[in-house]
Nanobody, 121 residues
Framework: QVQLVESGGGLVLTGGSLRLSCAASGRTLYAMGWFRQAPGKEREFVAGISPRGSLTYYADSVKGRFTISRDNTKNTVFLQMNSLKPEDTAVYSC????????????????WGQGTQVTVSS
């Protein structure tokens, strides 16, 4: 069983930045994904990173603005979000699965509780 705990959400103005963190328990290296769900919308894939951090993946909507990274010595994954827009407002959740990153949220085995990101215009 893996426990994931997100932090770093908050309220920011358009154009601002936030850095989300996802701390994982245990010692197994998982492929990690960040997903988000806005009110009235389905959860969507935002970014993913391979177990050792060599491969990263992004949704088109965040490419060039968001950066996913990880520090395996601290079992933590980060999502640096720059140039934030009101449409980035959502609950952001991290998720873990073995081996490879996929965009299908149903393929992830473990989820955090989520952290709210609100971008005000």
């Amino acid at each position: 069983q893996v426990q994931l705990v997100e932090s770093g959400g908050g309220l920011v103005l358009t154009g601002g930045s936030l850095r989300l963190s996802c701390a994982a328990s245990g010692r197994t290296l998982y492929a990690m994904g960040w997903f988000r769900q806005a009110p009235g919308k389905e959860r969507e894939f935002v970014a993913g990173i391979s177990p050792r951090g060599s491969l990263t993946y992004y949704a088109d909507s965040v490419k060039g603005r968001f950066t996913i990274s990880r520090d395996n010595t601290k079992n933590t994954v980060f999502l640096q979000m720059n140039s934030l827009k009101p449409e980035d407002t959502a609950v952001y959740s991290c998720a873990a699965r073995l081996l490879v990153v996929v965009t299908d949220m149903g393929a992830y085995d473990y989820w955090g509780q989520g952290t709210q990101v609100t971008v005000s215009s």
